[in-house]
C-alpha cells in the first residue's frame, strides 16, 4: 500500500472516530434526560374540604416545574400527624393551630417542623341556624329538649371534636355527642334546616356551608374552641435538610381565608378538588410566581 492510500485511509478512521464520539455524547445526554427523576413528595390530607382545597392548590403549583411528584396520601389527622412525624410523609398542608389540633403537636412536636401559616382568622365552634334563638354555648343547658340532646359533630378523633367533648364538660351539658363524617354533618344540618329543626353542630371557617346556609356561632365565653385559628404547615423534622428547595416553596405558601371557601364551595357544587384548584389558580396565575419566586 503506497503511502498515499495510508493517508487516506487515516483520514477515513479519524473522521469515524469523531463521528462515533458524536453519537456517543448524544447517547449520554439522551440516557441523563431518560434517567431524570422528579423527587418525591408524599403530603398528608384528612379529607376535610379546607384541606383539599390547600394540598391540591400546592400540589398544582409544585409540580407546574416539572421537578416535583406529588403523592397525597389520605388517612384521619391522627395517623397523619404520626406518619409526619415518622417520616412517612413530608408534610401535612392544612394543620389547625394552635388550638384545635394541639393535643397532636404536643405529642409529636420534637418530630415535627412548623413551617408557616398558609392563613390566618379561620374559627371552630358550635354552629346553629340562624332562626335558632339562643346565641350562647351556655344557653344550651336550658334547651336540650329543643336540640334532642345531641350535637352533630364530624369524624372521631378530629381535633374540633375534642374541644367539643371540653365544651361538654366545662358548661355541664346533658347532651351526647355524635361522630360521623364530615358530609353526613353537612347533610344533617340541610336536612334540619329545610324542616325548620333546631340542631347544633361542629363546624368551622372557611367551609362551604357558610355560603350556602344562614347559619351562626354560638357564642363561647369560656373560650373552649379558642380564638381565631391558623392553617398552617407541618413538616417532617429533616425536611430542611433532605428537601431545602421543597421547604422553601412551602415558606412561600399563603392563600386568603376567603379564596380557599371559594374553592370549597366550587367542590360542593360539584367539582373535583383537582378542578376546583386549577380554576382557581386559572383565575389567579401570579400565585405561581409567588409560590415560586419567579414575580
Known amino acids: 500500500m503506497n503511502n498515499k492510500m495510508k493517508t487516506v485511509l487515516i ?81 401535612y398542608i392544612s394543620a389547625w393551630l394552635p388550638l384545635t389540633q394541639a393535643p397532636y403537636v404536643e405529642k409529636y412536636g420534637d418530630d415535627l417542623d412548623y413551617v408557616g401559616n398558609i392563613s390566618s382568622g379561620a374559627r371552630c365552634g358550635l354552629v346553629v341556624p340562624s332562626y335558632v334563638t339562643i346565641d350562647s354555648i351556655d344557653e344550651l343547658a336550658d334547651h336540650s329538649e329543643e336540640f334532642n340532646g345531641e350535637i352533630q359533630g364530624i369524624e372521631p378523633g378530629a381535633g374540633i371534636m ?15 355527642l355524635n361522630a360521623a363524617s364530615t358530609p353526613a354533618m353537612a347533610t344533617v344540618l340541610q336536612d334540619a334546616i329545610d324542616n325548620e329543626e333546631w340542631i347544633v353542630v361542629t363546624l368551622w371557617t372557611p367551609h362551604w356551608t357558610f355560603g350556602r346556609m344562614d347559619l351562626k356561632y354560638l357564642d363561647d365565653p369560656e373560650m373552649t374552641f379558642g380564638e381565631a385559628e391558623n392553617l398552617a404547615i407541618i413538616a417532617r423534622a429533616d425536611l430542611s435538610e433532605e428537601k431545602p428547595e421543597l421547604h422553601a416553596l ?46
Open 11 to 91: 483520514g477515513i478512521v479519524l473522521v469515524l472516530s469523531l463521528v462515533a464520539a458524536g453519537c456517543a455524547g448524544q447517547d449520554e445526554g439522551t440516557a441523563e434526560e431518560e434517567t431524570f427523576e422528579p423527587v418525591q413528595v408524599r403530603l398528608g390530607d384528612p379529607g376535610w374540604d379546607d384541606s383539599r382545597a390547600n394540598t391540591q392548590v400546592f400540589k398544582q403549583i409544585i409540580e407546574s416545574t416539572g421537578e416535583y411528584e406529588i403523592e397525597i396520601v389520605k388517612a384521619d389527622v391522627g395517623a397523619i400527624y404520626q406518619g409526619v412525624s415518622q417520616g412517612d410523609l413530608d408534610a
Open 162 to 176: 375534642q374541644n367539643c367533648e371540653g365544651a361538654i364538660e366545662t358548661y355541664g351539658l346533658d347532651y351526647q
Open 250 to 295: 412551602m415558606a412561600n405558601f399563603h392563600m386568603d381565608i376567603s379564596d380557599v371557601a371559594a374553592i370549597m364551595v366550587d367542590i360542593d357544587a360539584g367539582m373535583t378538588p383537582e378542578e376546583a384548584a386549577a380554576a382557581w389558580l386559572e383565575a389567579h396565575p401570579e400565585k405561581y410566581d409567588e409560590v415560586l419566586g419567579t414575580a
